[in-house]
């Protein structure tokens, strides 16, 4: 179990974690969310006791990771994948680290199998590729079979098939009842993967919930209607907080209402429907939404009938 209380971390002038609280705990894969310069790199940081907090602590399993005997064992962590000897094969990499903290070499040969290294396991590690080098940062991580995996990252360049295999062997530790936090990019994937959210935006919490609850909160569901009598339907469905849009002829995206009324107003009435799908807000719909204020930088958009041509530009947000 992951604890944070109160943590702040400044550097000079720039805060760049504020009074963040929040619990990761076994048993379910945790996705650590948040914009670019959110703090999340810094934060991770702190739990692995890389960064020292201005204010607050974290601990891992009760203990600050520098009062564990043998931290490897406690937590493993990958914040940079590529941080190896790049003149060294992945397998004297591993190797060495097992030697520091009494693990034994058959451990290595074990991690090398599960994260799919064995056939490249003697190449320089110089040489791997960037998803070659995030299977060996996992299977360093794996090394001390850790009660707590804390992983930025694990899928960046990686292929179809790879992102597949993490997903897998996330959701895997986590029903062996470990803890896993996991910072991503790829909402796509964090929908797949995290059954829990941990968001925030300028250091601060945003939410700290399940995937389902936080989609829900960030977005009014709808539901797509066809139909050769759109114009009738949209006047029927009319009424208070009810919403009815068309932007494709001979369809209807209505809120306010769900599938089963929407049917059965149509079925009173004599309308045919050629598909009544609800929809959902996606996870990314669901982050853009409830982090557009803690973005630190935005693409503004064109303007407008009548600025043809004009593109946007970066800026800091306000």
């Not at 400044?10 to 619990?23: E, H, N, Q």
């Not at 790049?86 to 030697?99: E, F, I, N, Q």
């Not at 929908?191 to 601060?204: F, P, Q």
Request: glycine letters at 12%; one cysteine or more; a neutral charge.
């Amino acid at each position: 179990m992951i604890e944070a209380h109160v943590l702040t971390k400044r550097y000079g002038d720039k805060t760049a974690v504020a009074d963040l609280s929040f619990t990761v705990r076994p048993g379910a894969v945790t996705g650590f969310l948040g914009p670019n310069g959110a703090g999340k790199s810094t934060t991770m940081r702190m739990i692995l006791g890389l960064d020292a907090p201005t204010s607050g602590h974290v601990t891992v399993n009760g203990k600050r990771y520098a009062a564990h005997r043998a931290p490897l064992h406690e937590v493993g962590a990958t914040l940079e994948a590529r941080s190896v000897h790049t003149g060294r094969s992945a397998y004297h990499h591993l190797l060495s680290l097992a030697a520091t903290t009494g693990i034994p070499r058959s451990r290595v040969e074990e991690v090398i199998g599960i994260v799919g290294l064995r056939d490249v396991a003697r190449r320089r590690a110089g040489g791997f590729s960037l998803g070659m080098g995030q299977r060996l940062g996992i299977a360093s991580a794996l090394l001390g079979d850790p009660a707590t995996l804390v992983l930025d990252e694990p899928v960046n360049g990686l292929d179809p098939e790879g992102i597949l295999w993490i997903r897998n062997l996330l959701k895997k530790l986590a029903a062996e009842g470990r803890t896993v936090l996991v910072s991503s990019h790829l909402m796509s994937e964090m929908a797949l993967t995290a059954e829990h959210l941990i968001v925030i935006g300028r250091g601060r919490l945003i939410a700290d919930t399940s995937v389902e609850e936080f989609t829900r909160a960030a977005a009014h569901s709808s539901v797509h209607v066809r139909t050769a009598e759109t114009d009738r339907l949209r006047t029927l469905l009319s009424g208070p907080g009810v919403t009815v849009t068309s932007h494709v002829r001979g369809a209807l995206e209505v809120t306010g209402l769900d599938g089963g009324q929407i049917g059965r107003i149509a079925a009173d009435n004599g309308i045919a429907l050629c598909e009544l799908a609800p929809r959902q807000a996606s996870l990314e719909e669901a982050f853009m939404e409830l982090t557009r204020d803690a973005v630190e930088y935005t693409t503004a958009r064109p303007a407008a009938s009548g600025a043809a041509g004009r593109t946007g530009s970066e800026g800091r947000a306000a």
